[in-house]
C-alpha cells in the first residue's frame, strides 16, 4: 500500500452506558462481554491490527476502566500461570498479541453523541492526519479472507477517497441508522461507489436507500473541523453522519461506498450477541457438533 496514504490510527468509542443490555452492563462495560472466550473489544482490536492499524484511541468514561485493564499486562497473573504450567494461554492474552501496538485513552466527559466522540479524539491526531473508525458494537465475521476494512485500507491507498462499509438492509430498519444516497444506489459485493448524500436515521419514507453505514469508516481530518462547530441533530447528539453530510456539500472530499461481505451482529443487543456468539462457535467442528446437540 501507498505509504503516503496509509492509516496507522483507529478511534473506537466506548463511552457509551449499554443500556440495551442491562442488566448484564450493569457493573461490566458492555465491550468486554465475551464473544467465546474473547471480550468484544479484543476482536475488534484485533480486526484494526489484522488490516495494518498500528494506534488505537479509546474514547471512553468514567467507570469503563475494567476495559483499558483488559488490554494491559497483569503481570501477577502471568507468574502464577507460568509457576502451574499453564502459560499457552498466556499467548492469546491481549498485550501479547498487541505488543507492537500502543493504545491511548482519552475521556469523554459528556455523552454528546458519536461526533463529540470522534472530536475528542482530536488531541491525539496530526494536523492532517487521515485516520479510522471502528464501533464496537458491530461485530463483523468476514465471509471472506480478506475482511472488509482491509479492503478500505486497499481503496482509500489507491484513491484517497474516504471510506464508508455498508449493509444493506431491510427497508423497515432504515430509522435505526446512518443511510448513504449513491448515484443510483445499486452496490455489488467488493465494489465501491461514490457518496451522493448522507441521513442519518431517516423515516421508512424519506431514506434514500436501503443502504446502512456499518461502523467501519476511513475519515480525513477535515471531518474533526466540522465536528468542532456541529449542532446537535438528531436525538439532540452531535451525528458523526451531520459531519460527513457537511464535509460531502462543502465538494472538497469524496466518499467511497464499500459493500460488507461479512455477516454484522448488533452486540449492543442480546439477539446480536447471541447471534455473533452462535455463529462464532458453528465455525469450530466440534463445538457445531455441542450446538446441535443441545439445540435438538
Ligand atoms: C451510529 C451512527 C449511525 C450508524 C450506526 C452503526 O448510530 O450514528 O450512522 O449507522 O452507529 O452502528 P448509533 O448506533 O450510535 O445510534
Do not use: W
Amino acid at each position: 500500500m501507498e505509504e503516503s496514504r496509509k492509516i496507522r490510527k483507529a478511534i473506537i468509542p466506548v463511552a457509551g452506558l449499554g443500556t440495551r443490555m442491562l442488566p448484564a452492563t450493569k457493573a461490566v462495560p458492555k465491550e468486554l462481554l465475551p464473544i467465546l472466550d474473547k471480550p468484544l473489544i479484543q476482536h475488534i482490536i484485533e480486526e484494526a491490527v489484522s488490516a495494518g492499524i498500528e494506534e488505537i484511541i479509546l474514547i471512553t468514561r468514567s467507570g469503563k476502566e475494567a476495559i483499558e485493564n483488559h488490554l494491559d499486562a497483569n503481570f501477577e497473573l502471568e507468574l502464577l500461570l507460568k509457576k502451574s504450567n499453564k502459560k499457552g494461554i498466556i499467548s492469546k492474552f491481549p498485550q501479547r498479541i498487541l505488543k507492537d501496538i500502543s493504545i491511548l485513552s482519552i475521556r469523554q466527559e459528556n455523552p454528546l453523541g458519536l461526533g463529540h466522540a470522534i472530536f475528542c479524539a482530536k488531541p491525539a491526531l496530526e494536523k492532517g492526519e487521515p485516520f479510522a473508525v471502528f464501533l464496537p458494537d458491530e461485530f463483523l465475521l468476514s465471509l471472506e479472507k480478506e475482511i472488509d476494512f482491509y479492503k478500505m485500507m486497499k481503496n482509500y491507498s489507491l484513491t484517497g477517497n474516504g471510506q464508508i462499509l455498508v449493509e444493506k438492509i431491510s427497508k423497515k430498519d432504515v430509522s435505526d441508522y446512518g443511510i448513504v444516497d449513491l448515484l443510483d444506489n445499486k452496490l455489488s459485493k467488493g465494489k465501491t461507489k461514490i457518496i451522493k448524500d448522507f441521513v442519518e436515521k431517516p423515516s421508512i419514507n424519506s431514506a434514500p436507500s436501503n443502504l446502512r453505514i456499518v461502523g467501519r469508516y476511513i475519515l480525513p481530518y477535515e471531518i474533526i473541523d466540522i465536528l468542532k462547530g456541529l449542532k446537535p441533530g438528531k436525538n439532540k447528539e452531535i451525528q458523526l453522519t451531520d459531519a460527513l453530510k457537511k464535509l460531502l456539500k462543502l465538494r472538497k472530499i469524496k466518499f467511497e461506498a464499500v459493500l460488507s461481505n461479512s455477516r454484522i451482529f448488533d452486540c449492543g443487543s442480546l439477539k446480536g450477541f447471541l447471534g455473533a456468539n452462535i455463529a462464532s462457535a458453528s465455525k469450530d467442528k466440534n463445538m457445531r457438533r455441542y450446538l446441535k446437540e443441545i439445540l435438538t
